[in-house]
């Protein structure tokens, strides 16, 4: 073979490779270009998958929401409300989501509610949830009130972008609860007003003497007069007793008025004393009646205590009267009621009161405080109880206890002033 034909070959040879290997890549090139396509074909399902996914979720996670009995809403931290389902337009008496959806939630919440509202808006923007109640009036005008648990919704870098709010129609309970407010103070004033009524044979009582002082004075005074030796002086001081005596007997009727108006508690620096003192003179006729002698201990120096005169005079009343009860009701020798007035360790006044009567049966004691706990024939069951809540509303307590020997020892405690703001108080007293 020539060169030049050896030349040639060797040339074809090397042609033919090349082409060769050029295939072989290009195959190969192919073959990863179709299995980058099938990967693509398949992260694209995968990719559609998710997205079905997500799509099937918010689906049902608006199912969920639209056919939420409670109102569900997204609000914006400057209050735009951003979503609301259907129970939340119905809750706002709105037509259509346009009528709340864009628009600020302030415009349905009570004007005095407004920056109660702001607060807890801030709160959840802050990362906290809360509950707050507030007062609305609805697209239509309605008032109503309103419980929100709401919670921040934050994205995926953590930062809060929404609050979420279940909101809930209470005003029912509400006026549920006004009513069994109501209902109370009713109640307490039924009481009161019985109370009065037992009490009405004493203060008849309790006013005759200042009226037959002031009848009897006045008689002398013309009897003088007409006998004709008498001096403009001499009268005065007969004079004086009428003035003194008419004085008394106002203050009776002042005390009684008092103790029938229902109203708001009259917080004054109070001596203990004086008040268990007034309650014995209220009962006086009562306790003569039902033979029981009153005996007090009264502990001098007592610090005052910040209350209600009336309120407290209340129930030092239901517990003599209830003693004075219990007495009746058996065959004791002896009628005592004993009141005392300690001061206990220095930052509360105790007032106790002991009866010699039959004493408070086991079975019952832990029940005697309850709202118609009773067991009197014609009792109403409301003295004790309505006796704890006044107790309780001037942050003390009080207790019951039967003793061994017969009869039981009622025992409450007020907060006791301190002595220098005691003294500051000194203008303030009883039924002042
Ligand atoms: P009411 O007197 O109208 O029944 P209260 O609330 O005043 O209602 O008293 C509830 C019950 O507590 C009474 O019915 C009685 O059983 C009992 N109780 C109250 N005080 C005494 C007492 N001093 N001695 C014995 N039992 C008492």
């Keep these: 073979m020539s060169g030049a034909s050896e030349a040639m070959l060797l040339g074809l040879v090397v042609l033919v ?47 969920i929401i639209e056919s939420e009995p409670e109102c569900v809403k997204l609000q914006a931290a400057d209050g735009t409300v951003l979503e609301i389902n259907p129970a ?13 959806i864009g628009t600020k939630i302030y415009d349905v919440v009570a004007q005095e509610y407004k920056d109660i509202y702001r607060e807890n808006m801030r709160r959840v923007f802050a990362g906290e949830a809360v509950v707050y109640e507030f007062k609305s009036i609805t697209l239509k005008g309605r008032v109503c009130w309103m419980e929100t648990h709401a919670v921040p919704l934050r994205d995926a870098r953590g930062a809060v972008y929404a609050l979420l709010g279940i ?27 019985s109370t009065m009524g037992e009490m009405a044979t004493g203060l008849a009582h309790e006013l005759n003497q200042p009226l037959s002082a002031i009848a009897n004075f006045a008689r002398g005074c013309i009897r003088r007069l007409r006998s004709g030796d008498v001096a403009p002086a001499d009268l005065i001081e007969p004079l004086e007793e009428v003035c003194e005596q008419a004085e008394r007997a106002g203050e009776i009727m002042r005390h009684v008025r008092d103790f029938v108006r229902k109203s708001e508690p009259r917080m004054t620096a109070v001596d203990i004393n ?25 502990a001098p120096q007592q610090p005052r205590v910040w209350a209600d005169s009336i309120m407290v005079e209340q129930v030092v009343c239901n517990l003599v009267r209830n003693a004075m009860e219990a007495m009746a009701e058996t065959r004791t020798l002896r009628r005592e009621i004993i009141i005392r007035t300690v001061r206990n360790g220095g930052d509360f006044v ?32 409301m003295g004790l109880s309505i006796s704890r809540s006044i107790v309780e509303s001037h942050g003390g307590s009080i207790r019951a206890e039967s003793r061994a020997g017969g009869g039981a020892t009622f025992r409450f405690t007020l907060k006791a002033i301190p002595i220098r703001l005691n003294r500051d108080e000194r203008r303030y007293s009883l039924h002042s």
């Design 17 to 63: 490779g090349t082409l060769m290997v050029a295939m072989i890549g290009s195959t190969y090139l192919l073959l990863r270009l179709r299995e980058a396509e099938t990967r693509l074909h398949e992260k694209e399902d995968q990719h559609q998958g998710i997205l079905d996914r997500l799509q099937e979720n918010e689906y049902r996670l608006r199912t």
């Design 88 to 100: 939340g337009l119905r809750l706002l008496d709105a037509g259509r989501p346009e009528d709340i």
């Design 167 to 193: 909101t809930r129609d209470i005003t029912e309970h509400k006026w549920a609860e006004e009513q069994g407010r109501r209902h109370q103070t009713e109640l307490a004033r039924v009481a009161r007003l």
């Design 274 to 298: 004086l008040v268990v003192r007034s309650v014995v003179k209220f009962t006086e006729h009562e306790a003569r009646q039902n033979e029981t002698v009153v005996t007090l201990h009264l």
């Design 350 to 381: 105790e007032v106790e009161v002991i009866d010699t009567g039959p004493g408070i049966d086991g079975a019952v004691i832990d029940q005697i405080f309850d709202q118609f706990f009773t067991t009197k024939p014609e009792g109403v069951g």
